[in-house]
């Protein structure tokens, strides 16, 4: 099968990103790995990207194809060929070094902000090992199995406006740290994800999950960190968690939402809060968005047993 693969290339402060595209020749069951390994070798030497294992381990070979972060060694080139030609293209939120190559400085950055170690400084070290039960280790697969690849963080729309946002891939190790039985930093850690650029930042738009290879479920790690914290009595209440809380709090009383007592809820707890509103009130009454009456839904009962429900259920998960 002859394929067309598309190309961009940069070498930044040299010239414009442009793209260029090479004509292979490839069977089937050619990854797009192979393919530009055969382009490196047969057609232009000078064209950069990472690989290590060629086997979906080491997570090297994290690019852009078609569109999307994914390991060049995983994709096969012809579940690729839809659209006629393969696009390849550098990660997304780091800057290009060259090509296909970018600079993971913020990402191993963002990671080493989490604390991504074990503290056990004030135990005693026991003679031989850290023992667990098979139920402590099992909540800590699904966030050990990261192998660092970058396609997450790549693709992660928070991290693209906010640069100080962590990013899912240190959040998955965020949670993978508070829910290890032998870390006792457990609270300092869930004070720390509190705070602006961490568990709350994230807008869940669910990407982390769609683009992560090995199963790690990002978003599903930063729910449960979530849930932890909203399950710790100690923390300040910022914003996000008075969000959440008036948000179910209203939904469980009436089924749907009154915005305005939602807004004083959430941000009229200050003058100053208070005084944020009224820009927004005074649009939202001239609109004719305030109704003076909130009356709850006919099956309200209904809505309110699911919101238990769901509580209950992500209270049991938490960790
Ligand atoms: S769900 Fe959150 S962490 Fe995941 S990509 Fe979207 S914004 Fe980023
Ligand atoms: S969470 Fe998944 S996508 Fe993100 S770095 Fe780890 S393995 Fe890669
Ligand atoms: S080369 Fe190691 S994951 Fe692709």
Redo the contacts with the bound molecule.
């Keep these: 099968m002859k394929v067309s693969f598309k190309v961009r290339r940069e070498i930044p402060g040299q010239a414009a990103p442009s793209y260029q595209t090479y004509q292979l020749e490839v069977e089937r069951g050619t990854t797009v790995l192979d393919a530009l390994n055969r382009i490196k070798w047969e057609q232009d030497g000078t064209l950069a990207f990472r690989k290590n294992c060629r086997n979906a381990i080491c997570?090297s070979c994290t690019m852009r194809i078609n569109g999307r972060a994914a390991l060049a060694c995983a994709c096969h080139v012809e579940d690729e060929t839809a659209r006629g030609e393969v696009l390849v293209q550098p990660m997304g939120n780091m800057p290009v070094i060259k090509d296909l190559v970018v600079d993971m400085s913020s990402f191993w950055k963002h990671l080493d902000q989490i604390d991504p170690y074990i503290s056990t400084a004030a135990r005693n070290i026991p003679a031989r090992e850290f023992l667990q039960t098979p139920e402590q280790r099992a909540k800590l697969e699904q966030a050990g199995n990261?192998?660092?690849?970058?396609?997450?963080?790549s693709e992660c729309n928070s991290r693209e406006v906010n640069p100080n946002f962590v990013g899912?891939?240190a959040l998955?190790k965020a949670y993978r740290m508070v829910a290890d039985n032998r870390d006792e930093r457990t609270s300092e850690r869930l004070q720390q994800y509190n705070e602006p650029g961490y568990a709350w930042s994230c807008t869940r738009c669910f990407y982390?999950n769609e683009?992560?290879?090995?199963g790690?479920q990002?978003l599903d790690q930063i729910q449960k960190i979530r849930q932890a914290l909203l399950a710790k009595e100690d923390l300040p209440i910022n914003t996000a968690i008075r969000h959440r809380k008036a948000l179910i709090k209203q939904i469980k009383e009436s089924g749907w939402l009154d915005e305005v007592k939602f807004a004083l809820e959430v941000f009229g707890h200050t003058p100053r809060g208070l005084l944020g509103l009224l820009p927004l009130g005074i649009r939202m009454t001239l609109k004719g968005k305030t109704p003076l009456g909130h009356q709850p839904i006919e099956n309200r009962a209904e809505v309110t047993h699911l919101v238990d429900a769901v509580n209950k259920t992500e209270h049991a998960n938490h960790i």
Excluded at 146 to 153: D, F, P, S, V
Excluded at 211 to 214: E, L, R
């Design positions: 997570g990261c192998i660092l690849c970058g396609a997450c963080y899912p891939h998955a982390c683009v992560c290879p090995t790690v990002p």
